[in-house]
């Protein structure tokens, strides 16, 4: 009798290596899958604190520098320069308004719509931010009637404005963006949540008599057939959106693709550019799906 005669065997029968194999690879999927997970968590959880800190420092940082270029009198100003002073009073609001309302504008402070009538001509009206960037008028649905309102142009002018009402309207009432008509000033944000299409309006009539506004400042009102919806922007903010989200995942991918394979400084060097580039373009481009004034 041999050795192998006396060798105790398995009950269960010869082990097959392919089987092995099989659970090795079935252990690295779960393995895989669950980092890739965990990078997803962690990426919203970093998107939110991006959104929540980072992005209204960066709108600040907008803010401010408008308010240095306000500071500089100019006998004409076009689109994305500092046009206006909006002084509110009663929510302590002191905010440099630019000329055009875009999502990009407004991610810097309030802006006054194109198309719509200099102050002391018709009806001014200017929209801004409720939760993301700076959020001004985040405080706006609570400004009372009879309330103050002041309007301040670059070449020294100052308009003074009483609220009459406060509402909160659907998204398809844009008639409240008429720029013909009596002198008013009309302040739009949104209402709701990140997708509400809901808006907050203030409208505010002008008090006393108008200031003359000079020749070179005057621009021509005219009574639209088509307002256009309240938020207005082009394609160009939602193809930057989905490349963002692209770059993260390509970056995702990288990172999994690499790990275990290469020291974590390698990682960091070789797929953190691409993660981070697209958390920016995410970041500064979510209003092509949201309400440009959340």
Not at 133 to 138: A, I, R, V
Not at 179 to 193: D, E, Q
Not at 231 to 252: C, H, M, Q
Not at 257 to 263: P, V
């Amino acid at each position: 009798m041999s050795l192998l005669d006396d060798a105790p065997v398995s009950e269960d029968g010869p082990v097959d290596p392919a089987d092995d194999a099989g659970t090795a690879g079935s252990g690295e999927s779960d393995r895989r899958a669950r980092t890739a997970v965990i990078a997803a968590v962690l990426a919203v959880l970093g998107l939110w604190a991006l959104d929540v800190y980072l992005v209204p420092a960066a709108g600040r940082v907008r803010q401010e520098h408008r308010v240095d270029e306000y500071q500089e009198p100019a006998r004409k100003v076009g689109v994305g320069d500092a046009a206006l002073l909006l002084q509110i009073p009663a929510l302590r609001l002191d905010q440099v308004v630019v000329k055009g309302a875009t999502p990009a504008l407004l991610q810097g402070g309030p802006g006054w719509r194109e198309g719509s009538a200099p102050p002391g001509t018709g009806n001014t009206v200017v929209l801004g931010r409720s939760t993301r960037w700076t959020y001004p008028f985040s405080q706006l649905s609570k400004l009372p009637k009879d309330a103050s309102i002041y309007v301040r142009t670059r070449d020294g002018r100052v308009y003074k404005y009483q609220v009459l009402y406060v509402k909160r309207l659907r998204s398809g009432l844009t008639s409240v963006m008429d720029p013909v008509g009596r002198n008013r000033l009309t302040l739009v944000t949104s209402a709701g949540g990140p997708f509400d299409t809901a808006r907050t309006v203030v409208v505010a009539k002008g008090v006393g008599t108008p200031v003359p506004t000079p020749k070179e400042f005057r621009e021509p009102v005219r009574k639209l057939t088509d307002l256009g919806p309240f938020d207005e922007r082009g394609p160009g903010g939602l193809l930057l959106l989905l490349a963002g989200f692209v770059v993260i995942g390509l970056g995702v991918v990288g990172v999994l693709e690499m790990k275990g394979r290469y020291s974590t400084f390698t990682v960091c060097v070789v797929a953190g550019p691409a993660l981070a580039l697209g958390v920016v373009l995410v970041l500064f481009h979510l209003d092509a799906f949201l309400p440009i004034t959340y």
